[in-house]
T-cell receptor, first 113, second 118 residues
Framework: DQQVKQNSPSLSVQEGRISILNCDYT??????FLWYKKYPAEGPTFLIS?????DKNEDGRFTVFLNKSAKHLSLHIVPSQPGDSAVYFC????????????FGGGTRLMVKP | GAVVSQHPSRVICKSGTSVKIECRSL??????MFWYRQFPKQSLMLMAT?????????EQGVEKDKFLINHASLTLSTLTVTSAHPEDSSFYIC??????????????FGPGTRLTVL
C-alpha cells in the first residue's frame, strides 16, 4: 500500500515559468512533510519542509502548500531554471522526530531553456 | 549544511562475496541512521533503521542476516551485504538524523553507493 503518491512521473516546463509538483498521501498520522531533490547517482538533497499545523512554507523560489483535508501537498518552483531539472521526491513523517520517512515515487522535472 | 559521506561510492564484486558500505556523519552526531535502496526509476525504499548502540530495525521483507547493519558510534553506521548476488545490485543510500536539529529534523543523505554484483 503506497501511503505517499506522486502521480506524475514526469513534468516538462519552460524556463521562467512555474513548476508545480504534486503529492498525495493517505495516512492521516503523517504530521511533517518534506521535499527532496535528487540528481542521478547522488543522494537526495533536502529542499523544503512543512509541518501539518501550517498550510504554506516559502523559501526563495520554493513554496510548499499543504491541504490537510485533501491530504495533498504541492511544491511550487518559480521561476523555474534549467538547473532545477532533477527528480523530486516528497516524503512524509509521522509521530516523533525519530521516525522514518515514507517517500513518494518521485517526479522527474525537466526545465527547458 | 550537515554532510554525510558514504564509502565506497561504487563497488563491483563477484557473486558470493561480501561488501561493506560505510556511512559517516561528518560534522554532527547521529543517533539514528537510515539505509535505503533505490532500484532504477523507482523510489527510495527504506531497508532498516540503524540505532547507535543497539540492534537495527529492519523493514518487512528485508533479510537481516543478509544485510548486516552496525552502528558503532554516533558518526558511523555500516551496511554489509553478505554473500552478494546479482539481484542485490542496486543504489544504496544512507541518511543521518542530526540529534540537535530540533523540530526541523531533516535527514541528511549520503551520496549513495552503486553496488554491482557480477
Amino acid at each position: 500500500d503506497q501511503q505517499v503518491k506522486q502521480n506524475s512521473p514526469s513534468l516538462s516546463v519552460q524556463e521562467g515559468r512555474i513548476s508545480i509538483l504534486n503529492c498525495d498521501y493517505t495516512n492521516s498520522m503523517f504530521d511533517y512533510f518534506l521535499w527532496y531533490k535528487k540528481y542521478p547517482a547522488e543522494g537526495p538533497t533536502f529542499l523544503i519542509s512543512i509541518s501539518s499545523i501550517k498550510d504554506k512554507n516559502e523559501d526563495g523560489r520554493f513554496t510548499v502548500f499543504l491541504n490537510k483535508s485533501a491530504k495533498h501537498l504541492s511544491l511550487h518552483i518559480v521561476p523555474s531554471q534549467p538547473g532545477d531539472s532533477a527528480v523530486y521526491f516528497c516524503a512524509a513523517r509521522k509521530g516523533n522526530a525519530g521516525n522514518m520517512l515514507t517517500f513518494g515515487g518521485g517526479t522527474r522535472l525537466m526545465v527547458k531553456p | 549544511g550537515a554532510v554525510v559521506s558514504q564509502h565506497p561510492s561504487r563497488v563491483i564484486c563477484k557473486s558470493g562475496t561480501s561488501v561493506k558500505i560505510e556511512c559517516r556523519s561528518l560534522d554532527f552526531q547521529a543517533t539514528t541512521m537510515f539505509w535505503y535502496r533505490q532500484f532504477p526509476k523507482q523510489s527510495l525504499m527504506l531497508m532498516a533503521t540503524s540505532n547507535e548502540g543497539s540492534k537495527a530495525t529492519y523493514e518487512q521483507g528485508v533479510e537481516k542476516d543478509k544485510f548486516l547493519i552496525n552502528h558503532a558510534s554516533l558518526t558511523l553506521s555500516t551496511l554489509t551485504v553478505t554473500s552478494a548476488h546479482p539481484e542485490d545490485s542496486s543504489f544504496y543510500i544512507c541518511s543521518a538524523r542530526d540529534i540537535l536539529a530540533g523540530e526541523a529534523d531533516t535527514q541528511y543523505f549520503g551520496p549513495g553507493t552503486r553496488l554491482t554484483v557480477l
